[in-house]
């Protein structure tokens, strides 16, 4: 297994899990994934957003994927997040969810815009013949 295949079933199965740690307490909470690539999945949120200061607090996060095909496919991730302040990338954001500027962001410089990646850590892939030997499935570093 090679990083181009997490990418694969990243872009295939967009909607992540993403677990953070708000002091002593997990949340977990469903992203639409703006895209993956070889440099890492990418997403945004608001600062004004809870995710956000628990992000700032702590960087550590899992991302679940999963797809229902078959007996089911699940795509777990642990990483860092990584704020970029990039304005191409906060314009093309903006280009390819205009919905965003419909929920209250003025444009792509707007403050209340965060865009994130993680962009290394280790992923590994789960079905049900893995299950009860979680820890034999092999793992990418990425």
């Not at 967009?14 to 639409?32: K, N, S």
Request: hydrophobic share 45%; aromatic share 14%.
């Amino acid at each position: 297994m090679e990083f181009s295949d997490c990418v694969k079933f990243a872009n295939a199965n967009p909607l992540t899990y993403i677990a953070t740690m708000d002091g002593d307490q997990p949340r977990v909470r469903a992203f639409a994934m703006w895209f993956a690539d070889a440099t890492g999945f990418y997403y945004h949120t608001g600062t004004p957003k809870a995710v956000w200061r628990q992000f700032t607090k702590n960087p550590k996060v899992e991302l679940c994927f999963y797809s229902p095909e078959g007996t089911g496919t699940m795509m777990r991730v642990a990483g860092a997040v990584e704020f970029l302040d990039d304005a191409a990338l906060k314009e093309r954001l903006v280009a390819e969810r205009p919905w965003l500027l419909q929920i209250g962001v003025s444009g792509a410089d707007d403050p209340k815009l965060a865009v994130f990646r993680v962009a290394h850590g280790e992923a590994y892939f789960w079905t049900l013949e893995q299950n009860m030997r979680e820890a034999e499935a092999p793992r990418v570093r990425f």
